[in-house]
Every structure is written in structure tokens, then in C-alpha cells.
């Protein structure tokens, strides 16, 4: 039919499918139930009723109700169908969003703990939903009578309530209670119960309804704020602070016990009034700049000033909030005065030369006393840094060779609460060893035990090591100077005859030696002025050379003499280290082939071309 054709979007001119093509207009999710249906419906004499979806072209998706007879001939064979379909689309929707509303009202429900009830006042018959009877923790379903729900109620709250039921059922006075039911297992809730009546046409009322709900939770939340609120309190009027809070508009809204010591003023003459009709003369100070900016920029600020009117240092700290303003203080007079003087000792003693350490009387015991203050000159020593020390024990300073008997002696003094005077091994940072000597007072405790240990060191490493060595040097001189006087003794007649025979033969080598090679100089040099090939000039000139390093050979012997007698010198030149050396080699080469040894020289190009020293002695 045209109405076939509309639900399916399809053209009546054009498309006149089969079963299978209807079939395939069905949604995928669907397809196999509703192949399905139809496959029972041939064999059913009875109209058949089935929804399902399609999926059409574009994407379009419509749920459809189809209603579908089969008719039989005699024999009972199906020949012929006759149905109707059915655009259900806005109905199924309008369906899925009343469960998806009543889902969503019975999730709220649950959340809240709210349940509503009716009476039917020709009944009179009570209905109360599943949470109403969770509430009461009966059975879900269960429906009371007015009697039995007038008893849930302690005697204390049932007959308010009833009076209140009677009233909205007779006058039609709604009312909205807060109270207190005993559940059907014993235990005593609070609920709020709301009740309205409902009136027909005439007016006439005919029914009460309402909600319930459990307020267990809220009651709990509303005790625990009381008791917080309570404890709030009792805390803030034992801190030893000074406590008031000041509302957006600057009035006292609280002040606790000690700002009403502090202030001057009773809190009864206080709460109430502005900060500036109060105090006029916080107008313009420190204190007006601080509140304005805590009360403007919404940030925590923290200040001393000094306030006159009571001659007095104070310490504030001011925390921002919605409602205004939450104001600590205290009088810090006292302890400004006090923190000065210190700052002026600290500042004295950071810049002593000598150590200063200053420790816990306890425990002397291990883990040892902890470390409380140092100065610049512990730093500069040990090379500990304040932060690396500071609640440490001043063990970390001790090491292997630490004496520990003189460290028990000290420990032993401490613990009778003694000075003491030592003279102590410690490490430094990087393991360095160095020598103290200290003295350690007990400070602090009056009336009492001391509380604290003072030591003031100073570094005596150089002494000891001066000490060290010149026992060690003392030791050593008398033992040379023994043996010495002993050697001398011996050795002086063998050297005075070393030195005779000595002189002897040095002039006389130089005498024998001398002559001979002046002659071989001489016919040498005569040798290279006449007609020579290039080669054997090459061998004259080295062995020229080597009669010229005969005589500083003999030089050298000489000079043996000359270091004895304390007169030797090296000399000073310019000289070609390359030339120098391979005049030596070519000296040696000849004697180098005879033994089938190569010799080579290599000259670093980076040598400078002159250097100064000794060539003499060098080659």
C-alpha cells in the first residue's frame, strides 16, 4: 500500500520487493528474531504481532509494529497473508524516555534516600514506595495501615505527626516535619515527611500525599559540624595566641581569651563594631596597609610592627577568606629583644678565627649529641656545610685514628656535666686530617642539668706537624751526627791519599793523551785542505769531529776533580741540537757497521732550530 511505501521511504511506482528485499531493509541487530517470526507465523491461524527496527538508506532508523494473518485452504496449505504496518517510532521513543526518566527518579531516589507514599482517604489504604520501605526496613511492597505507620514513631514524635496527617486530611494544612521513626529492626532514624492533599473537582480532599526521606546522614553531618565547631572553639580559646575574625565589613564577628588580654579590651565590647571605630588609631599603620591588602588581594600576609598605644612589638599573620577576615597575633616584645641580642652574638661569633659548636647535653651515648649551631670558621675548616651538620652527631668528624681513649676521657667528663680540655684527631669532609684543640663547657639548665655543650676549637694541625717533625728531625741528627763523626773520621786519610794519586793521574793522562791527538788534529786538518773525493771528506771531517770529542772527553775526567772541589759548571749556549746529535751518530757509525747495527736519526720539525745548554756535555 502508499502507506507501506511511506514508512519504507520507497517509490510505489518502482519498488515492489520480495520478502527477502524487505528483509534486508531490516536492522542488522533485529534481522534473525524477525526471520524468526515470520518463519512461526506460517503455521499460526491466528493474527501475529511483532515489533522490530529498520535501517534504511541515508541512515535512517524507524521501529515499526507489524501485524500479519496467514489464511490456509481446506487441505491446511498456507496460500495467502494479509497484514498491516505500523510507524511506532514516536511511541517507542516517548516509551524509552519514561523508563529513562523513571531510571533517572528512582536513581535520585536512592541517592537522596526520598520515597513518597499516598492514602487513599475513602479507605483509607497507605501505599508507600520501595524506599519508604527500605527506610522503615520492611519488605518492599509492604503497605501499612495508618495505625501501623503512626507506630513506627517514638511517643515523643507520633502524636505530632498524627495531628499534622489530621490536619492536611481535614483542612487541607500541608506540613513539612522533621522527626525521628523507630525502623522495623530497632533502630532510630531521622526523616523528613512532607504531605499534601489532593482535592477532586468539587474540592472535596480525597487523598494525602507525599515524600519521606531518610536524614540520617544530614543529622550526622549537622552533630559532627556542632562537635567541630565545639572543639573549634574550646582549641581557639586555649591556643596562646591572640584569635578575631572580622567580617567582609570589617566588623568583629570573634575575639578569643588572650586577644582579649592582649587588646585590653572585653570581647563583649568588641563584637559587633568596626576594627576602625574600635582601634582609630590602627588608621594609616602597618596594621590598616596589611588588613586592606589580605581583605583586597585575597593572599595570606605575615608582618611585625610596633603599636604604640601599647608600647609593644607584635607579630601577626592574617589569613583571607569568603566571609573576612581570621587574624593570629602575638606579643613578641620580649622575644624581638632577645632574637636581636642573639643576631648581634651570632654575628660576633661567625666571625671568630677559632671553631665554634654548640650541641644537645644528649644523648653522650650513640647515636651522640646533636649538632645545634656552627660558625663560618667550622665551615671553612671542616668543609661541612651548616645544612649538612645541623641535627648530626659531631662524630662525623672522628675517623680511624681519632684516639678513642682521649674521646672516652672527654665523654667521661661530659657525662659527670664537667669542662673539659683536649687535644683531638678529626677528618674534614674530604677525609684530610687535621689536629684541634678544644675546649667544651656545659651551658644552660639553671637550676638543672645543662641543656647544651659549647666547644671552641682551633686548628693546631700545623703545630703538631711542626712538633712531629722536629722530634722526628731531632732523632735523626743525632743519629747522621754519630755516624758521620765515625765515617769522617775513617774517610779522611783515604781521601786525602785518593786525592794524591788522583792529581797524579789526571796530570799525567793529560799530559800522554793530549800530545798525540794535537797530532792527529793537526794532520786531520791538513788532511780536508787538500784534493779530496765528497765521501772522503765526509770521513775526515767526522773523525776531526770525534778527535775534538776525545779532548771533552778528557775535559770531562777532568771535571771530576772540579765537582769535588765544589768548582764545577755547566755551560750556557746557543747551540743546534741537530747538528750536535748527528755529529754524535756519525762519530759512532762507523763502529755501529762493523757490529751490523743501523743507527738513524729523526728530527722532530717542530724543534726549534737553537736551543741553549751545554753542547759539550750534551753530545
Given at each position: 500500500s502508499d502507506g507501506t511505501h511511506r514508512i519504507f521511504e520507497t517509490d510505489p511506482q518502482r519498488f515492489h520487493p520480495t520478502h527477502e528485499g524487505l528483509l534486508a531493509l531490516?536492522?542488522?541487530?533485529?534481522?534473525?528474531?524477525?526471520?524468526?517470526?515470520?518463519?512461526?507465523?506460517?503455521?499460526?491461524?491466528?493474527?501475529?504481532?511483532?515489533?522490530?527496527?529498520?535501517?534504511?538508506?541515508?541512515?535512517?532508523?524507524?521501529?515499526?509494529?507489524?501485524?500479519?494473518?496467514?489464511?490456509?485452504?481446506?487441505?491446511?496449505?498456507?496460500?495467502?497473508?494479509?497484514?498491516?504496518?505500523?510507524?511506532?517510532?514516536?511511541?517507542?521513543?516517548?516509551?524509552?524516555?519514561?523508563?529513562?526518566?523513571q531510571a533517572m527518579l528512582g536513581l535520585a531516589g536512592r541517592l537522596g534516600r526520598i520515597g513518597a507514599w499516598m492514602v487513599e482517604l475513602a479507605g483509607p489504604t497507605l501505599v508507600w514506595s520501595d524506599e519508604v520501605c527500605n527506610i522503615h526496613e520492611v519488605p518492599p511492597g509492604t503497605s501499612p495501615s495508618l495505625a501501623e505507620a503512626f507506630a513506627f514513631y517514638p511517643p515523643e514524635w507520633a502524636d505530632i505527626c498524627a495531628r499534622a496527617f489530621q490536619a492536611c486530611a481535614e483542612q487541607g494544612l500541608p506540613y513539612d516535619l522533621e522527626l525521628e521513626i523507630v525502623t522495623a529492626k530497632g533502630r532510630r532514624v531521622w526523616v523528613r515527611t512532607i504531605g499534601e492533599a489532593i482535592r477532586d473537582e468539587a474540592g472535596t480532599i480525597r487523598r494525602v500525599q507525599g515524600a519521606f526521606q531518610d536524614l540520617s546522614e544530614r543529622k550526622?553531618?549537622?552533630?559532627?559540624?556542632r562537635r567541630l565547631a565545639a572543639r573549634l572553639t574550646n582549641t581557639l580559646e586555649s591556643i596562646t595566641d591572640g584569635f578575631f575574625t572580622l567580617d567582609r565589613d570589617w566588623h568583629f564577628t570573634y575575639v578569643n581569651g588572650e586577644a582579649e588580654n592582649l587588646l585590653k579590651r572585653p570581647r563583649a565590647e568588641l563584637i559587633g563594631r568596626t576594627l576602625w571605630e574600635a582601634f582609630p588609631l590602627v588608621l594609616g599603620t602597618d596594621f590598616d596597609r596589611a588588613y586592606r591588602r589580605a581583605m583586597k588581594d585575597g593572599v595570606a600576609v605575615t608582618f611585625e610592627a610596633f603599636y604604640a598605644p601599647l608600647d609593644s612589638w607584635r607579630r601577626v599573620n592574617v589569613f583571607p577568606s569568603d566571609e573576612g577576615l581570621s587574624i593570629y597575633f602575638r606579643d613578641v616584645t620580649l622575644a624581638r629583644a632577645a632574637r636581636q641580642q642573639l643576631e648581634l652574638l651570632e654575628a660576633s661569633v661567625a666571625q671568630l678565627n677559632d671553631i665554634v659548636l654548640i650541641t644537645e647535653a644528649t644523648p653522650l651515648d650513640s647515636p651522640g649529641p646533636r649538632i645545634v649551631f656552627v660558625n663560618d670558621a667550622f665551615e671553612r675548616t671542616t668543609g661541612y656545610g651548616r645544612d649538612e651538620v645541623l641535627g648530626q652527631s659531631p662524630r662525623l668528624l672522628q675517623g680511624a685514628l681519632t684516639d678513642r681513649v682521649e674521646l672516652d676521657r672527654i665523654r667521661a667528663a661530659l657525662k659527670r656535666f664537667e669542662p673539659v680540655h683536649a687535644e683531638l684527631l678529626n677528618y674534614t669532609k674530604g677525609g684530610e686530617p687535621y689536629w684541634v684543640e678544644m675546649d667544651i663547657v656545659p651551658v644552660g639548665g639553671k637550676g638543672s642539668d645543662p641543656t647544651h655543650f659549647v666547644a671552641v676549637e682551633r686548628d693546631i694541625t700545623e703545630r703538631k706537624r711542626d712538633h712531629l717533625a722536629l722530634r722526628e728531625l731531632n732523632s735523626e741528627l743525632e743519629t747522621r751526627v754519630r755516624s758521620r763523626t765515625a765515617e769522617l773520621s775513617l774517610a779522611?786519610?783515604?781521601?786525602?791519599?785518593?786525592?794524591?794519586?788522583?792529581?797524579?793521574?789526571?796530570?799525567?793522562?793529560?799530559?800522554?793523551?793530549?800530545?798525540?791527538?794535537?797530532?792527529?788534529i793537526g794532520m786531520l786538518d791538513v788532511l780536508t785542505q787538500g784534493p779530496l773525493q765528497p765521501d772522503q771528506r765526509e770521513t775526515a771531517t767526522i773523525a776531526h769531529e770525534s778527535a775534538f770529542m776525545l779532548l771533552a772527553l778528557l775535559d770531562d775526567v777532568l771535571d771530576f776533580s772540579k765537582i769535588e772541589a765544589g768548582q764545577f759548571r755547566i755551560d750556557s749556549e746557543p747551540m743546534r741540537i741537530e747538528a750536535l746529535v748527528e755529529g754524535a751518530c756519525g762519530a759512532l757509525a762507523p763502529v755501529a757497521r762493523k757490529s751490523g747495527v743501523a743507527i738513524s736519526v729523526f728530527t722532530d720539525p717542530a724543534l726549534p732550530s737553537l736551543l741553549r745548554g751545554d753542547p759539550a756535555r750534551l753530545r
Amino acid at each position: 500500500s502508499d502507506g507501506t511505501h511511506r514508512i519504507f521511504e520507497t517509490d510505489p511506482q518502482r519498488f515492489h520487493p520480495t520478502h527477502e528485499g524487505l528483509l534486508a531493509l531490516v536492522h542488522p541487530d533485529d534481522r534473525s528474531a524477525r526471520a524468526e517470526a515470520f518463519a512461526r507465523s506460517l503455521t499460526q491461524r491466528t493474527t501475529q504481532v511483532f515489533e522490530y527496527r529498520l535501517r534504511l538508506p541515508g541512515g535512517i532508523e524507524k521501529d515499526v509494529e507489524k501485524r500479519w494473518q496467514v489464511y490456509f485452504d481446506p487441505q491446511g496449505k498456507a496460500i495467502r497473508a494479509l497484514g498491516t504496518i505500523q510507524d511506532i517510532t514516536r511511541r517507542k521513543r516517548a516509551e524509552q524516555k519514561l523508563l529513562d526518566n523513571q531510571a533517572m527518579l528512582g536513581l535520585a531516589g536512592r541517592l537522596g534516600r526520598i520515597g513518597a507514599w499516598m492514602v487513599e482517604l475513602a479507605g483509607p489504604t497507605l501505599v508507600w514506595s520501595d524506599e519508604v520501605c527500605n527506610i522503615h526496613e520492611v519488605p518492599p511492597g509492604t503497605s501499612p495501615s495508618l495505625a501501623e505507620a503512626f507506630a513506627f514513631y517514638p511517643p515523643e514524635w507520633a502524636d505530632i505527626c498524627a495531628r499534622a496527617f489530621q490536619a492536611c486530611a481535614e483542612q487541607g494544612l500541608p506540613y513539612d516535619l522533621e522527626l525521628e521513626i523507630v525502623t522495623a529492626k530497632g533502630r532510630r532514624v531521622w526523616v523528613r515527611t512532607i504531605g499534601e492533599a489532593i482535592r477532586d473537582e468539587a474540592g472535596t480532599i480525597r487523598r494525602v500525599q507525599g515524600a519521606f526521606q531518610d536524614l540520617s546522614e544530614r543529622k550526622m553531618a549537622e552533630e559532627s559540624t556542632r562537635r567541630l565547631a565545639a572543639r573549634l572553639t574550646n582549641t581557639l580559646e586555649s591556643i596562646t595566641d591572640g584569635f578575631f575574625t572580622l567580617d567582609r565589613d570589617w566588623h568583629f564577628t570573634y575575639v578569643n581569651g588572650e586577644a582579649e588580654n592582649l587588646l585590653k579590651r572585653p570581647r563583649a565590647e568588641l563584637i559587633g563594631r568596626t576594627l576602625w571605630e574600635a582601634f582609630p588609631l590602627v588608621l594609616g599603620t602597618d596594621f590598616d596597609r596589611a588588613y586592606r591588602r589580605a581583605m583586597k588581594d585575597g593572599v595570606a600576609v605575615t608582618f611585625e610592627a610596633f603599636y604604640a598605644p601599647l608600647d609593644s612589638w607584635r607579630r601577626v599573620n592574617v589569613f583571607p577568606s569568603d566571609e573576612g577576615l581570621s587574624i593570629y597575633f602575638r606579643d613578641v616584645t620580649l622575644a624581638r629583644a632577645a632574637r636581636q641580642q642573639l643576631e648581634l652574638l651570632e654575628a660576633s661569633v661567625a666571625q671568630l678565627n677559632d671553631i665554634v659548636l654548640i650541641t644537645e647535653a644528649t644523648p653522650l651515648d650513640s647515636p651522640g649529641p646533636r649538632i645545634v649551631f656552627v660558625n663560618d670558621a667550622f665551615e671553612r675548616t671542616t668543609g661541612y656545610g651548616r645544612d649538612e651538620v645541623l641535627g648530626q652527631s659531631p662524630r662525623l668528624l672522628q675517623g680511624a685514628l681519632t684516639d678513642r681513649v682521649e674521646l672516652d676521657r672527654i665523654r667521661a667528663a661530659l657525662k659527670r656535666f664537667e669542662p673539659v680540655h683536649a687535644e683531638l684527631l678529626n677528618y674534614t669532609k674530604g677525609g684530610e686530617p687535621y689536629w684541634v684543640e678544644m675546649d667544651i663547657v656545659p651551658v644552660g639548665g639553671k637550676g638543672s642539668d645543662p641543656t647544651h655543650f659549647v666547644a671552641v676549637e682551633r686548628d693546631i694541625t700545623e703545630r703538631k706537624r711542626d712538633h712531629l717533625a722536629l722530634r722526628e728531625l731531632n732523632s735523626e741528627l743525632e743519629t747522621r751526627v754519630r755516624s758521620r763523626t765515625a765515617e769522617l773520621s775513617l774517610a779522611r786519610d783515604a781521601a786525602e791519599h785518593a786525592n794524591r794519586a788522583k792529581s797524579m793521574f789526571l796530570a799525567a793522562m793529560s799530559h800522554e793523551i793530549r800530545t798525540p791527538m794535537n797530532g792527529v788534529i793537526g794532520m786531520l786538518d791538513v788532511l780536508t785542505q787538500g784534493p779530496l773525493q765528497p765521501d772522503q771528506r765526509e770521513t775526515a771531517t767526522i773523525a776531526h769531529e770525534s778527535a775534538f770529542m776525545l779532548l771533552a772527553l778528557l775535559d770531562d775526567v777532568l771535571d771530576f776533580s772540579k765537582i769535588e772541589a765544589g768548582q764545577f759548571r755547566i755551560d750556557s749556549e746557543p747551540m743546534r741540537i741537530e747538528a750536535l746529535v748527528e755529529g754524535a751518530c756519525g762519530a759512532l757509525a762507523p763502529v755501529a757497521r762493523k757490529s751490523g747495527v743501523a743507527i738513524s736519526v729523526f728530527t722532530d720539525p717542530a724543534l726549534p732550530s737553537l736551543l741553549r745548554g751545554d753542547p759539550a756535555r750534551l753530545r
